[in-house]
């Protein structure tokens, strides 16, 4: 089932969070994308939030997935924990629209 067409922002750049067992965090680039494209380059499960903290209570990402956050433009931060390991969790802002 497909819930949109992911468009990254014109002036976009991915921001890599270079995770590992403790919460790493990076701040986003000001925006008009209302989400985020998350890329886990890792061999392992991945957490993620927006804000300056994450947890394993967080959004999962498993091991070398993609998965899209609406977390609205304002956001400001990001951050990952690893559930084992280090690596990097690639973030790039952009907007949902319809297929």
Do not use: K
């Not at 990076?26 to 985020?36: N, Y």
């Not at 990402?61 to 969790?89: D, F, H, K, M, N």
Request: with cysteine.
């Amino acid at each position: 089932m497909s819930f949109g067409r992911w468009t990254p922002d014109a002036h976009a750049n991915t921001i890599a969070v270079t995770a590992n067992t403790a919460s790493a965090s990076a701040s986003l680039p000001p925006t008009t994308g209302e989400a985020v494209l998350i890329t886990n380059t890792t061999g392992y499960l991945a957490f993620v939030a927006v804000g300056p903290v994450a947890t394993v209570n967080d959004l999962p990402c498993p091991a070398g997935s993609q998965t899209v956050l609406q977390c609205g433009r304002y956001a400001s931060a990001v951050s990952a924990i690893l559930q084992a390991g280090t690596g990097s969790i690639l973030f790039t802002r952009g907007s949902l629209g319809a297929n």
